[in-house]
């Protein structure tokens, strides 16, 4: 069965700083990974995914994601916050090998940025 | 392309009480997700449509749901005999193919009382 575990539930930075989300999954056949987020009372929106190919994959708003497999790891990151990215980010993984598509999602990470 | 549409956007019932949420895809995709999703989690697969065709369902979706997708267009998902446990945000997307990523509505909030 696959799971995702996002580490942090919240996670505060100044605006300017990086912006670093983890999250890591576990998956018996070839992953696809998604960085959802979620405004409030919205639905979500997708920043990025990977699927094959390039590791490294960049995303909307300025956001990326490296896909390391050793480390069973999807880690979002921002080089520099900005107020509007205040939102929860959800991290998700889906099998790679199935043709359903279905999404099993990370709990979520709230981010705050801090003037 | 107008996005994914979800009626209405909240809902309060009387637990007890039947209610039924309405999603309304981007025409071209085919296939459609029903997830929910409570205060502080992550979304929840609940049931996946490809075309009119139901083709999984969780086992969160107990006898008391039921979704239908009719000519695999719009998708309806409906609750019977309502529980307070009910209450959450109940999310539609659809997507083209996989690996694509969905294209979430802005969800039903229902809240029984």
């Known amino acids: 069965a696959q799971s995702v575990t996002q580490l942090g539930s919240h996670v505060s930075v100044s605006e300017g700083a990086l912006v670093l989300l983890r999250c890591n999954y576990s998956?018996?056949?070839?992953?696809?990974l998604f960085w959802y987020v979620q405004y409030p009372n919205q639905g979500l929106q997708l920043l990025l995914k990977y699927t094959t190919g390039a590791t490294l994959v960049k995303g909307i708003n300025g956001f990326e994601a490296e896909f390391k497999k050793s480390e069973t790891s999807f880690h979002l990151t921002k080089p520099s916050a900005h107020m509007s990215d205040a939102a929860e980010y959800f991290c998700?993984?889906?099998?790679?090998?199935?043709?359903?598509?279905?999404?099993?999602f990370g709990q979520g990470t709230t981010l705050q940025v801090k003037p | 392309d107008t996005g994914v549409s979800q009626d209405p956007r909240h809902k309060i019932t009387k637990r007890g009480q039947n209610v039924t949420f309405r999603c309304d895809p981007i025409s071209e995709h085919n296939r459609l997700y029903w997830y929910r999703q409570t205060l502080g989690q992550g979304p929840e697969f609940l049931t996946y449509f490809q075309n009119e065709a139901q083709l999984e369902k969780s086992r969160l979706l107990s006898d008391r749901f039921s979704a239908e997708r009719p000519k695999g267009s719009f998708s309806t998902l409906e609750i019977q005999r309502t529980e307070q446990g009910d209450s959450a945000m109940y999310l539609c997307?659809?997507?083209?193919?996989?690996?694509?990523?969905?294209?979430f509505g802005s969800g039903t909030r229902l809240t029984v009382v």
């Open positions: 997307a659809s997507s083209l193919a996989v690996p694509y990523g969905y294209t």
């Open positions: 998956s018996s056949v070839p992953p696809y």
């Open positions: 998700a993984v889906s099998d790679g090998s199935s043709n359903t598509g279905k999404l099993i």
